[in-house]
């Protein structure tokens, strides 16, 4: 038995790098077989304890090695509302697969890989189907994985489940954070059209606080609701510059490409398109902002980040095709200033080498400024990856709900927040996160819902 994963199809990089399809082409029937026999079903599998959703991963692969596609589906939509999505972006490599037993000798197995042909060979007729209704009604606000995920749950215990949605269409980060070339749109409506056949409602172009409140949500007959707004508040550096033309978040850059087309030419979204990009950030949203500048026409796009490769806080597969593509990963350098022209453009960033010191609060090594080592990066268009934080409307406009001083939302050890019957969680409570720990944080708050609907939890 082969010690390395079943290799995947991927488009080449100098094609798809003039394309926004998706780069990784998924296994056949007969590759995901073979990498399906690569499990040795472990009688106490410790790759489950890394599963944020839990996930029965060896029976589920089981499924697979005999042939039996729709069961492995089954199987693995027992606790995962959402596995087409989960098999293409989650970080497999830091979680499930860094606990399986394969990897003491060799490579681990592509539980990713195989989620995502589980999901691929069910079709829309094998999603869940609606169950009876217990007469209760739940309102989710937030259609992003946290609340999708725990209107799911909540559906399969009867619960008349509504989502609120503020954009046009659900999938909240799914949709407006991760470019179609790792995540595409039709396969998040397909996840979402089984929710809804489970007999979740949603409703687009609700703005909770605005639209309506929390109260009045509640006036309208809700026993409880999810709170799963997220965290869409671009940070920045602070520096001078900032404001020029050129300059975006890469919330909006990447929003405006892939939730309204600015990429295309029959759309009539503006977007500045450059020609020479300095991505600021070493996350996974740096690497699909400057995948995707390049994709948009960029000649060269840098990745500016102030520390090392080591300390990089992105997918190695995310990094790995960014290097692929020809990205340029300018490290251990920090930006001081955003310089612009004469027209209140973009022309340069004045940037600092860096060294790494001693590790900070984060665990990673502090970067520490080098002396007289400033330099200039010609560049045309900046965008700023620098992670985001929750916003402030919901927590603005219900009484007793409270946030920190990064505007996470404050819950209890039931995702109770001070106001009774108001759950939350996902990034609105632990800041711009993972999607899978969005969807672990939505399991969890169903289950708590569940539990203060049925009174073993105390109406504070």
């Known amino acids: 038995m082969t010690l390395k994963k079943t290799p995947i199809t991927e488009q080449p990089p100098l094609e798809r790098i003039k394309n926004f399809a998706e780069v990784t082409l998924g296994y056949s029937a007969e590759e995901a077989k073979a990498e399906a026999a690569r499990c040795l079903n472990c009688k106490n599998p410790p790759c489950m304890k890394g599963c944020p959703v839990g996930v029965k991963i060896p029976k589920f692969i089981t499924k697979i090695a005999e042939g039996d596609f729709s069961g492995a589906y089954s199987v693995v939509s027992e606790t995962n509302a959402l596995p087409a999505v989960c098999g293409r972006v989650c970080p497999q490599e830091s979680q499930c697969e860094?606990?399986?037993v394969r990897k003491h000798k060799g490579e681990p197995v592509a539980i990713g890989r195989l989620e995502r042909f589980a999901a691929e060979f069910s079709d829309s007729a094998e999603k869940m189907a609606?169950?009876?209704?217990?007469?209760?009604k739940i309102a989710v606000i937030g259609a992003g994985p946290a609340g999708l995920t725990c209107a799911g749950d909540l559906a399969k215990l009867?619960?008349?489940?509504?989502?609120?949605?503020?954009?046009?269409v659900a999938g909240g980060v799914l949709v407006y954070g991760i470019p179609e070339f790792r995540l595409p749109m039709d396969v998040v409506q397909r996840e979402i059209y089984g929710l809804e056949k489970a007999g979740v409602?949603?409703?687009?172009?609700?703005i909770a606080g605005r639209t309506m409140t929390v109260d009045e949500l509640f006036a309208e007959g809700f026993e409880a609701v999810f709170v799963g707004t997220g965290a869409g508040l671009p940070k920045f550096l602070g520096i001078a510059g900032e404001n020029l033309n050129g300059v975006y978040s890469a919330n909006e850059f990447l929003t405006r490409i892939n939730l309204m087309g600015a990429h295309r030419s029959d759309t009539d979204t503006p977007i500045v398109k450059s020609k020479n990009v300095a991505v600021i950030g070493g996350g996974n949203v740096a690497m699909d902002a400057a995948r995707c500048a390049l994709r948009t026409g960029a000649e060269h796009v840098s990745i500016v980040y102030r520390r090392g490769r080591d300390e990089m806080p992105a997918r190695?597969?995310?990094?790995?095709?960014?290097?692929?593509?020809?990205?340029?990963?300018?490290?251990?350098?920090?930006?001081?200033?955003?310089i612009g022209d004469e027209n209140g453009c973009v022309k340069a960033l004045r940037c600092v080498k860096m060294v790494l010191g001693e590790?900070?609060?984060?665990?990673?090594?502090?970067?520490?400024?080098v002396a007289n080592s400033e330099f200039k990066l010609e560049t045309d268009g900046v965008i700023m990856a620098l992670g985001t934080s929750p916003n402030p409307l919901v927590a603005a406009t219900t009484v007793d709900l409270t946030a920190d001083k990064n505007g996470c939302l404050e819950v209890d050890e039931n995702m109770m927040t001070k106001r009774a019957g108001v759950f939350a969680g996902g990034d609105a409570v632990t800041g711009a996160a993972t999607v899978i720990l969005a969807m672990g944080a939505g399991k969890a708050a169903a289950a708590a819902m569940h539990r203060y609907i049925s009174g073993e939890i105390e109406n504070i």
Do not use: M, W
Not at 319 to 330: K, R
């Open 359 to 369: 590790p900070d609060a984060s665990g990673r090594r502090r970067p520490v400024e």
């Open 158 to 168: 009867g619960y008349d489940v509504t989502v609120f949605e503020a954009f046009h």
């Open 201 to 206: 409602k949603i409703v687009t172009n609700f």
């Open 130 to 136: 609606a169950v009876a209704q217990n007469g209760k």
């Open 316 to 338: 190695v597969e995310e990094i790995h095709h960014a290097e692929e593509e020809g990205i340029d990963f300018q490290l251990l350098v920090n930006p001081l200033e955003v």
């Open 98 to 100: 860094k606990l399986c």
